[in-house]
């Protein structure tokens, strides 16, 4: 199964959540646009959160849901 991705990322001085092309309207903090995408994520499982930096890079990831095994060893 295809996990959802919901990008946390900066516009302007505000943040928005990004999945599929579209976008939330902007949030005024990260915090909160970090809230919106975890509650999307949790409903939406399986899915994962990305929040990036403000200058794009990637700070963390969240998997909800099904994880995939580990590789064999």
């Given amino acids: 199964m295809q996990k959802t991705r919901y990008d946390v990322v900066p516009k302007g001085d505000e943040w928005v959540v990004e999945a599929g092309g579209k976008s939330t309207p ?27 930096r403000e200058d794009g890079t ?9 994880e995939p095994s580990p590789p064999p060893r």
């Fill in 58 to 66: 990637i700070q963390e990831e969240r998997t909800f849901g099904d």
């Fill in 26 to 52: 902007p949030l005024p903090t990260k915090e909160l646009a970090v809230q919106a995408a975890t509650r999307r994520a949790q409903e939406d499982a399986p899915a994962e959160v990305v929040v990036h």
